[in-house]
């Protein structure tokens, strides 16, 4: 049978984010998280993460925009801030982005996580899925042999029959052209990718009617990505959404969702 991984992705954002993650882990409502090491409250929140269930997963999301560097990056942050997604997007497309200065930036990131966690990440995703963009792909990869060999990643491709069969595929679609030949240069590496992913929508529909569509048509591997979290955080325009996918999460019984499309939960 399939398996499910259901992530949440941005713990270490805020404190009430990170406390929503982790009150779902424990609950056994999602069985992996992400963490952005680089966020000001990493340490403290990690401590969250402390004696979860035993099939919980605890990734690193790798952050390139929008937040403050842990290096020194003039060129990549010439203000102190990583650039927002659509900048970086640009610069990736065009080949012109610091790629020296953003492979310190995910070695960086890579050490802050194992020194709080005291271990290597299970699975290394990105921040609005910088981790595919061209040129920046090969560094992350590199650094997860390196730093994680055992790891898998995050492939944001996806067949187009699944994608057809789930909401949102405008976006699903633009993921995966982000992210096509992810999978194979990983694999090239010896490093492993989940075979399907889902999770799109705008952030304004009702999350407990799209979870069980994106069950739909499921690989081996099946990730779903999600944002449950709690308070207000200057910036975050989905600070709405994140409240309604965790009061979503802690309502659903998601092992016999799951179970309904063919796929394992183990939380």
């Not at 009150?23 to 998280?33: E, Q």
């Not at 010439?78 to 020296?100: F, H, I, K, M, S």
């Not at 790891?151 to 187009?160: H, I």
Request: hydrophobic share 45%; charged share 20%.
């Amino acid at each position: 049978m399939s398996r499910l991984i259901l992530c949440a992705d941005d713990f270490g954002l805020s404190r009430p984010i990170s406390e929503t993650i982790a009150d779902l882990l424990h609950a056994g409502r999602i069985n992996a998280t992400t963490c952005m090491t680089l966020c000001p409250g990493w340490e403290a929140d990690a401590a969250l993460l402390r004696d979860l269930p035993a099939g919980a997963q605890i990734g690193l999301h790798l952050t390139l925009t929008g937040e403050t560097p842990l290096t020194a990056a003039p060129r990549l942050a010439p203000e102190g801030r990583l650039p927002d997604a659509d900048p970086l997007l640009r610069a990736a497309l065009l080949g012109t982005v610091p790629l020296d200065e953003v492979a310190a930036e995910i070695d960086a990131q890579f050490v802050r996580f194992a020194e709080v966690m005291g271990r290597a990440p299970d699975f290394v995703d990105g921040h609005q899925h910088s981790h595919v963009l061209p040129g920046i792909r090969t560094l992350v990869l590199d650094a997860t042999r390196r730093h994680a060999p055992a790891a898998w990643l995050r492939n944001c491709v996806d067949r187009p029959g699944a994608i057809a069969a789930r909401p949102f595929r405008g976006k699903a679609i633009g993921s995966a052209l982000h992210a096509t030949g992810f999978g194979r240069a990983a694999a090239r590496r010896g490093l492993r990718c989940n075979d399907s992913f889902a999770g799109h929508y705008d952030f304004r529909s009702e999350f407990n009617d799209l979870l069980p569509q994106f069950l739909r048509r499921p690989g081996a591997m099946h990730l779903v990505m999600c944002h449950p979290g709690a308070g207000a955080l200057a910036g975050d325009g989905i600070a709405e959404a994140r409240i309604g996918e965790a009061a979503a999460l802690r309502a659903v019984r998601i092992a016999d969702m799951a179970s309904e499309h063919g796929l394992e939960f183990h939380a």
